[in-house]
């Protein structure tokens, strides 16, 4: 079952069901239906970050049928607001909500508490309460698998990176892709062009250009359209999808995508919480757990790259191969890591320098 | 540099310059007749998703800008009914015309999401159009020529022709131009038409020439930087052609320069410069209105009733 919400169509369907609440006893909500409702920061049909969730939530109504129902909200603001959108959700007797964006964090803190038999899980973040649990995913780890195959593929040794804003999440991705190429050309460089947007289907496109004629032959991206890609494809370049598998966009230049992949882990903890084994935490799920995945390769991506990509996702499956590994200086010439060593979680949080190959 | 990075540096440039000054030349003639319509993103964004949304059905992309004329024309439409029948607040409906626009063109688009099509290509043939430096000149889609040939046709008729008088004296003075006879009202429904038809196809640029594929808010909010030009050009449409063809090369450079890796200047900076250009030319403007003539049309947002 889902219902579609408008923000003020909800209002109608929050205020019914906050009127049948006192009616609706621990016996009678066995049977029921398992609420699980989400807040989206984007519109679903952005074709990326927040229409990747949304998957997530179909993977459910699949994977329950009956037994669950889900609603969400889209378009919501980051910062105060969410609170409300929230609230609604928890007034609508949801029992599980999923705030999928970092601003929802204080929100989310707030509102958990409000609602402490309520669940509350926040996607990006790092506040959490006994009934409020944080996950994300490890996008290093694609970046690692696709930096390899930019190696070995670019003619010039030269990539371009769309990127959004320089926040540790597009650092680090910045910096995985660049050292996972230069394991391949010692002399690869990655080009940055700064969109200051997360979303301008235009820009990105031009930004793609720009690199293209700046002598890239390599286009990925840290924005959420497919516009780069359709750039690199007219351009006749290699370009790599974003979020959701885009060969559709371009199906000469789309090599692979690193594809985000919530379902799993929204089926196991609705799951969680059915069989009342649900607790707080912090998931960092990567390819291991499937949050993270490879699509499939074009025909286009040769059998060197393809066996090395391969090598890399195995070795980071097995905990043999860590994108970050000693011995690891910063453009200034800083030891960040010394010889063996592997980054912590808490040092790629915060991760605010280059690695040398990066043009920022 | 080489000659065929610069041609091809050009050609960014006017791609992006196009959407902007075909909704901006459509706004300039809806302001000349005296109507403020704040709502050329909403239509843009109804254009693009009708165009895409026609091109993918029917295959032919030709459709597709006929279809987000009309689709841009009935979103004015709603807009000219709203303001000039029933002399309803200007700016407040334009604003809403927008969040109309928005959330309309998403809903259509929903079924849309994720798919693609052949893009608008060049007019003339490939010897033309894909030479390394003649195709600064012919390697253009239709909709670029058609932009320049409306630039010469909007200021000729504004200027030099009896219909684009009575246009001018219908923003300038409409009680006056309903005395002696005119019919201002089906005047400015047809500027207000106008406007949307263009304001639909420079949005179906962005669906069917610059990033063929329909998502939502495709265009980003270039509507509200074509309302911006109007400004910037004075109203004429000369201007208007040099501000966007300014404001496209400085967004197509700020991208080069950070693609070509300067870094004695901030990228923050770099993202700037077209919104500090935009203030540069406005203070020059109202700097040389001291001595120069006035450029708003004096009945600029004033609703008119004939009675």
Redesign the interface.
Known sequence: MTSIITRRRFNFGAGAAAATLPLIGSGARAQAPLGVGFIYV??????GWS?THDQGRLALEKEFGAKVKTSFIENVAEGPDAARALRQLAQANNQLIFATSFGFMNSAVQVAKQFPKLKFEHATGYQRAENLATYNARFYEGRAVIGTIAGHMSKSGQA?YIASFPIPEVVMGINAFTLAARKVNPNFKT????A??W?????????A???I??G?DVITQHTD???AL?AAE?RGVFAFGQASDMK??APKAHLTAIVDDWSGYYIKRVKEVMDGSWKSGDVWGGIKDGMVKIAPYNDAVTPAARAAADEVQKGIVAGTLHPFTGELKDQKGVVRLKAGETASDEMLSKMDWYVDGV?A | MTPEMLVSIFMTLVAASTPLLLAALGELVVEKSGVLNLGVEGMMLCGAVAGFAVAFSSGSVGLGLLAAIAAGVATAMIFAVLTLSLTANQVATGLALTIFGIGTSSLIGAGFVGRTIERLGPVFPAGLSEHPLLKAIFGHDIVVYLSLALVLAVSLFLRRSRPGLILRAVGENAASAHAIGYPVLAIRYAAVAFGGALAGLGGAYFSLALTPMWADRLTAGRGWIALALVVFAAWRPGRLLLGAYLFGAVMTLELQAKAAGVTWLAPEFLAMTPYLATIAVLTMMSLGRRTGRPDAPACLGKPFSAS
């Open positions: 984007g519109p679903v049909g952005d074709h229409w371009g080009k940055v062009i700064w200051s947007t979303y301008d289907p235009a820009k990105e496109a031009d930004a250009k720009a690199l004629d700046q890239a359209s497919p516009a359709q007219q559709a966009f043009q």
